[in-house]
């Protein structure tokens, strides 16, 4: 009990003054409030501990949910961020392709810098710094003039919020790493990501043609401060328990990531370059065919309900399907769409694709992250998973614009055809990897 209560006693002797006239009351004051301090905040972070949500529990898995829409907004907002850079902002494709590789290599640097990290970092504070960091950043970027002459300005900008927003990712797929069935969750989060879909794609169109621009930036602003609120009143705690289950192939924390792991890697990296390349442009496309653009928002906004089934299905066929396999049909016929969209000479043929292209990639990537989680149990390659997405993501805005201004829009699904043809071969020799893992455990038969 006395312990317990010297914190409340020092306070109440520092308010009141005590010992103030005497010549070593400022160092003894100190001294005080420096335990005062350190009592305080052990006895908070305890409070805290026990009152945040259980990884396991819904509560910690709604957090997660909207950490996870927040952090993944390109999914969601490319091609809308793309097509306002250029017609609001009058940047050319390139320019504004590299605008969002910006940030999105800014979110690939700090993923890389912060993965390894996983286990020895406060989860939930992380969180909320880094979406508040990238709230404020983009509010910055919706104050700029809405002009050419602002494009140093939003470079910077798009810097300072990819990195808030990839330091926050890091550990929100760090800890869906650790729950009972990552597979399973990842599907479910990827459902957030199709109603933020769905919201942007309704609204801000119309928004933007009446208020301007800078409308998509407060859009992304406060996406990013809900996330934060989300991190820092509901962010889930994991226990030393959860964090040593789930694995068939787990290495510990200190050990190398096992080659299959690299070559889930590269297959995702391919996987998310064949997605923005593609679908950063997927509105021009549609327009530069003569579709019209109400006809392509139109696309966009069913897109939105569609990519609300992906999450569902692969957390219902987990058990069904085998990651490897549904990785190379869904490559298989990522080319194949985006071939279609890229030389369609009517509607169809653009549309159909244009919807499903989106949800074909969240499918295929929760098999491939179910997959990655069991062959590393620390977390620390799913921590990584913004990397992987967004390295993909970061290459493909500013690939994109350069093909489109060398050779034109048909020329995206070539260079589609391409790499999936590299992921692959990235694919095969996983199999081969995993195949040899499984013979090497069987015990010899004497």
């Known amino acids: 009990m006395e312990k317990r209560a010297e914190p409340d006693r020092l306070l109440h002797e520092m308010a009141c003054g005590r010992d103030n006239t005497k010549p070593s009351a400022v160092v003894m004051d100190r001294a005080r409030l420096g335990r005062v ?56 494709a390139p320019q504004a392709g590299l605008t969002v590789t910006v940030f ?27 979406f508040s960091i990238s709230a404020l950043a983009f509010l910055a970027a919706s104050l700029v003039p809405v002009s050419q002459e602002s494009l140093s300005t939003l470079l910077v900008l798009h810097a300072i919020a990819g990195s808030g927003a990839g330091a926050g990712l890091s550990v929100t797929h760090g800890a869906i790493g650790r729950t009972a069935n990552p597979h ?12 933020l879909a769905i919201i942007m794609f309704a609204t801000l169109p119309g928004i933007i043609s009446a208020l301007g621009g800078r409308v998509i930036f407060r859009a992304f602003a406060v996406t990013m401060g809900v996330a934060a609120i989300v991190s820092l009143l509901f962010f889930p705690s994991i226990e030393s328990s959860e964090a040593k289950e789930g694995g068939l192939h787990g290495l510990a924390a200190h050990t190398a990531l096992p080659k299959v792991a690299w070559l889930t890697i590269g297959t995702i990296v391919c996987l998310s370059l064949n997605q923005a390349t593609v679908f950063s442009y997927v509105e021009r496309i549609g327009v530069s065919h003569g579709f019209g653009e109400d006809a392509v ?3 966009l906004v069913l897109m939105g309900f569609i990519n609300l089934a992906p999450g569902i299905l692969a957390a219902l066929l987990q058990q069904k399907l085998s990651p490897l396999a549904v990785g190379l049909v869904g490559l298989i016929l990522q080319a194949v769409m985006a071939l279609s969209m890229t ?54 805005p500013i690939l994109g614009g350069g093909v489109v201004a060398l050779v034109g829009y048909p020329g995206l699904g070539w260079v589609v055809l391409c790499i999936a043809a590299i992921a692959v071969m990235l694919i095969l020799l996983t199999r081969r990897e995993l195949t040899r893992a499984a013979q090497d455990a069987v015990p010899a038969v004497a």
């Open 37 to 92: 301090q350190s009592a305080v905040w052990a006895r908070f972070s305890q409070r805290e501990e026990k009152n945040m949500p259980k990884l396991n529990s819904r509560g910690g898995h709604a957090a997660l949910s909207v950490c996870h829409m927040a952090g993944m907004i390109d999914l969601a907002a490319l091609p809308l961020w793309i097509g306002t850079l250029m017609k609001s902002y009058g940047l050319q």
């Open 104 to 130: 999105l290599g800014a979110v690939v640097i700090a993923s890389v810098t912060f993965a390894p990290m996983f286990t020895r970092l406060r989860h939930a504070l992380f969180a909320l710094c880094g």
């Open 184 to 195: 399973r969750l990842f599907g479910i989060v990827n459902v957030a990501m199709g109603v």
């Open 297 to 299: 928002q139109g696309v």
């Open 343 to 396: 030389t369609a000479s009517t509607f169809v043929f653009y549309a159909a694709p244009a919807a499903l292209y989106v949800s074909l990639v969240i499918f295929s990537h929760t098999f491939l992250f179910g997959l990655l989680s069991k062959v590393d149990r620390s977390g620390r390659a799913v921590a990584a998973t913004p990397a992987m997405m967004m390295s993909g993501s970061a290459m493909g």
